[in-house]
């Protein structure tokens, strides 16, 4: 159950980020074409007012459709026209004035020869192949030359389109730390209490209960959770006695010999968390301030990374559920404030001036409003091959973090 919470809770800000580009884009005047719940293909999805809502077989995320991403080309056109105008060369002419008409960027030209294209290519006996390919350029082309077409919008509305996913990641990392300050946020020292005890671990075999509290390791006072950890973490794999208190009885527990998880040598308890409210103003300040060291932690993580000397500080997906499920099972304040990190980090994340990421689309927007002229998708593709390859990197050290840190030392 744990780590159906986690996942569904990553999820769940992946989640938010698209829907913040969804309602920004509807306020500014630009509508979205589909908006779902993981990627397609999809489970089940409804149309409503011209826009596909829907929940996809691949739960990795959200997707947000916006129309005209990019300046339509002629040579998108005739690339996805090609198997048409093999099957029917009459095709042709209306094909080329469309061509013809992008190629001069006249969007009014475009907008005036679209609809024959379209009926002669209905009207048209093709395959069921090219002619899905032929309405698939037909509708790129009807999109990208239409009013609410994102390249075609003021740099202000498209800016704001695509700040508005992080700004919603940022906004969720905020409301999670305020609401675990004003609520109870757990101190920096946890308590020798135990608040639950991992099956099939040496805790487990022992007869280790919630809520004993530990007061001894080996005969070894522990009057702090620091402590306990220390001393268990020293045995290295060596047998461990534990002294608690029950039920105003001391008990002795053990020994058992310690087990090598998640980069660590445990017995399998999680100890209490202590728990400490903060007045509303109080909490805000907090919060503001988690969010900042966020902020600059991201950044000397980046800038390490660049200078080869950052990669253990990366963390994948694998490690974020891991921590996340950790934390979950100390307290829920605890796993909110892992979610609230997430997030905020999602959102810096996304701001890195890389295309496909928002941040490159920040980037790209910038250019073309000094250029006074959009770039071609194929601009776009090429500087996104290397965006694409610099994130797979990134992301192929953190999972290979998450492993080596499962394995003994």
């Known amino acids: 159950m744990i780590w159906v919470v986690v996942i569904v809770g990553l999820l769940a800000l992946v989640f938010l980020h698209e829907l913040g580009h969804f309602t ?22 409804v149309r409503r007012n011209g826009i596909e809502y829907g929940i996809g077989a691949i739960p990795l995320g959200g997707l947000v459709r916006i129309p005209g991403m990019h300046r339509p080309s002629g040579r998108d056109l005739e690339a996805f026209a090609a198997p048409a105008l093999r099957e029917e060369p009459s095709l042709a002419p209306s094909l080329q004035r469309v061509r013809r008409a992008l190629d001069a960027e006249d969007v009014a030209g ?12 209905e009207a048209a006996s093709l395959s069921p192949a090219a002619r899905r390919s032929a309405r698939r350029a037909v509708r ?24 508005a996913g992080p700004a919603a990641n940022v906004l969720v990392a905020f409301v999670a730390f305020f609401a675990v300050y004003a609520t109870g946020a757990p101190s ?17 075999a022992a007869g280790l209960e919630p809520g004993d509290r530990v007061v001894a390791v080996d005969g070894r006072p522990a009057p702090t ?15 461990v006695t534990l002294t608690v208190r029950r039920d105003g009885r001391t008990v002795t527990l053990g020994p058992r010999r310690t087990i090598f998880r998640d980069g660590r040598w445990i017995w399998g308890f999680v100890p209490a968390a202590q728990l400490v409210s903060y007045p509303l103003g109080s909490s805000a300040r907090l919060a503001a301030g988690d969010c900042w060291q966020v902020v600059t932690g991201t950044a000397k993580a980046i800038a390490s990374l660049f200078g080869g000397r950052g990669e253990g500080q990366l963390t994948s997906t694998v490690g974020i559920v891991r921590i996340s499920a950790a934390a979950l099972e100390v307290s829920f304040a605890w796993y909110v404030q892992i979610v609230g990190f997430v997030s905020m980090s999602l959102a810096l994340l ?18 073309e409003a000094v250029r006074r002229r959009a770039l071609a998708r194929e601009v776009y593709e090429r500087v996104s091959v290397v965006g694409f ?8 050290i953190a999972l290979s973090n998450d492993f080596s840190a499962g394995a003994p030392r």
């Open 140 to 163: 790129e082309v009807d999109e990208g030359s239409g009013e609410d077409a994102y390249w075609r919008q003021p740099t202000w509305k498209r800016l704001a389109v695509i700040a």
């Open 225 to 239: 959770f620091d402590t306990v950890s220390r001393l268990i973490r020293a045995s290295r794999g060596g047998p």
């Open 188 to 204: 920096q020292h946890p308590s020798t209490e135990v608040a639950a005890v991992s099956a099939g671990t040496p805790a487990a």
């Open 350 to 367: 996304n701001l890195l001036p890389l295309l496909p990421l928002d941040g490159g689309h920040i980037l790209f927007s910038l250019i």
């Open 24 to 45: 920004v884009a509807r306020l500014v005047g630009i509508k979205p074409r589909s908006f779902y719940i993981g990627f397609p293909p999809a489970i089940a999805k």
């Open 110 to 121: 475009v907008r005036a020869a679209l609809p024959e294209l379209e009926r002669e290519l």
């Open 389 to 396: 390859a610099l994130i797979i990197l990134i992301w192929v």
